[in-house]
């Protein structure tokens, strides 16, 4: 094995890669640009560079709807991501968008898939901001799913003030606490609460299958904390330290936006897999604890900004 070092915005990485292997220098290459993704995104930008988020919403946002893993499905787009999870019994769906890209992108993109959208049991909102519970009352009212936020976000939901396009509000449902489980068709996802982004993000965690192999998803559910006062930076990164030590079967990084977690750049790769090639979504528990890392080291970048001012 060989030791690669990567230098990436001005942080180190070094990632392990059997030599030789085309495979796993693309990874790293890839967990590099995924890495200066976030902190073009997410870190507090150079003095001669526009703030995150500045540059607008991508003109083309289309992604075409992918199938991950077994029993996990991409169907959202660039500006915010949903997941299907798969089971036998139903679906769980990891975020409900935009109000206005629900139909033509969600519901959409799950019926281009082969999966029928009557069939999602849960809609887990990762937190209270219309771009991720935005479709959920179109979901709830045609569908008949049960919503999924925490306590905290179900009443942060309603009475922080909306960005962008304006979305309904899904009925009051299912409330979760940290550590929670909810199962179904024999898939259990655990929600794990990180407060910070919001003052009750959910960030789950769930298993995912690829073959005869069972890999861990850890979920972030809240990337920026640049608006955030200093105190809830703070609490942003005590929750990211919590959640990259948690589970130690956790080797596969997702999160609710593609711009943090890589997608784009994992897609091509997925696409051209070959039998015995590994899974490019499939980082290893020690990559996915130093992605969180490179998140909560925007809000530190952020946090020590705000304190010097």
């Known amino acids: 094995?060989?030791?690669?070092?990567?230098?990436?915005?001005?942080?180190?990485?070094?990632?392990?890669?059997?030599?030789?292997?085309?495979?796993?220098?693309?990874?790293?290459?890839?967990?590099?640009?995924?890495?200066a993704s976030i902190r073009r995104a997410f870190c507090p930008p150079p003095p001669d560079q526009p703030a995150p988020g500045a540059a607008g919403t991508p003109t083309d946002i289309y992604i075409e709807p992918t199938q991950i893993f077994d029993n996990l499905y991409f169907?959202?787009?660039?500006?915010?991501?949903?997941?299907?999870?798969?089971?036998?019994?139903?679906?769980?769906?990891?975020?409900?968008?935009?109000?206005?890209?629900?139909?033509?992108?969600?519901?959409?993109?799950?019926?281009?898939?082969?999966?029928?959208?009557?069939?999602?049991?849960?809609?887990?909102?990762?937190?209270?901001?219309?771009?991720?519970?935005?479709?959920?009352k179109y979901l709830q009212d045609t569908f008949g799913p049960k919503i999924v936020l925490s306590e905290a976000d179900w009443t942060h939901m309603v009475t922080w003030p909306q960005r962008g396009s304006p979305a309904p509000y899904p009925t009051r449902d299912v409330v979760v606490h940290d550590g929670d489980e909810i199962?179904?068709?024999?898939?259990?996802?655990?929600?794990?609460?990180?407060?910070?982004?919001?003052?009750?993000?959910?960030s789950p965690i769930f298993p995912v299958q690829d073959g005869e192999h069972t890999h861990y998803v850890g979920y972030w559910g809240g990337d920026g904390a640049g608006y955030l006062p200093p105190d809830e930076m703070q609490t942003y990164m005590n929750s990211a330290d919590r959640f990259a030590s948690l589970d130690p079967r956790v080797d596969v990084e997702l999160s609710n936006h593609a711009v943090a977690d890589g997608l784009t750049l994992k897609l091509p790769l997925l696409k051209d897999r070959k039998p015995g090639d590994p899974h490019p979504f499939v980082s290893g528990n020690a990559a996915f604890r130093e992605w969180v890392g490179v998140l909560k080291s925007c809000a530190g970048e952020f946090l020590v900004q705000k304190q010097d001012q």
Request: aromatic share 6%; net charge negative.
């Open 183 to 202: 199962s179904l068709g024999g898939t259990t996802v655990r929600m794990v609460v990180t407060p910070g982004h919001t003052p009750g993000t959910l």
């Open 1 to 35: 094995m060989n030791n690669h070092i990567i230098l990436t915005a001005g942080i180190l990485f070094i990632t392990t890669m059997a030599a030789g292997s085309v495979e796993s220098a693309d990874m790293a290459s890839i967990r590099a640009e995924e890495y």
């Open 75 to 136: 169907v959202g787009d660039r500006t915010t991501s949903s997941w299907a999870l798969t089971t036998p019994d139903g679906i769980f769906l990891l975020d409900a968008g935009f109000h206005g890209n629900v139909e033509g992108t969600i519901v959409a993109g799950m019926m281009k898939l082969g999966l029928d959208p009557a069939t999602i049991k849960y809609v887990i909102v990762s937190h209270g901001h219309n771009d991720h519970f935005g479709g959920a």
